[in-house]
């Protein structure tokens, strides 16, 4: 799958280096959830709820 993190613009390059750290296939399926993080605990805790699934 392709690396998408280049195509959003994050509020925070934490928010970017920890979204390009999580595996392609969650990467994908945030982008096209096209959810808006407000900060990074936002985001870990999305990207959380789908690897404990």
Request: with cysteine; hydrophobic share 35%.
């Amino acid at each position: 799958m392709e690396n998408h993190q280049g195509s959003r613009n994050w509020k925070d390059p934490a928010m970017e280096r920890y979204f390009a750290s999580l595996p392609s296939s969650l990467q994908e399926t945030i982008m096209q959830a096209g959810v808006d993080f407000d900060d990074l605990e936002d985001l870990k805790s999305c990207a959380e709820q789908f690897l404990d699934h």
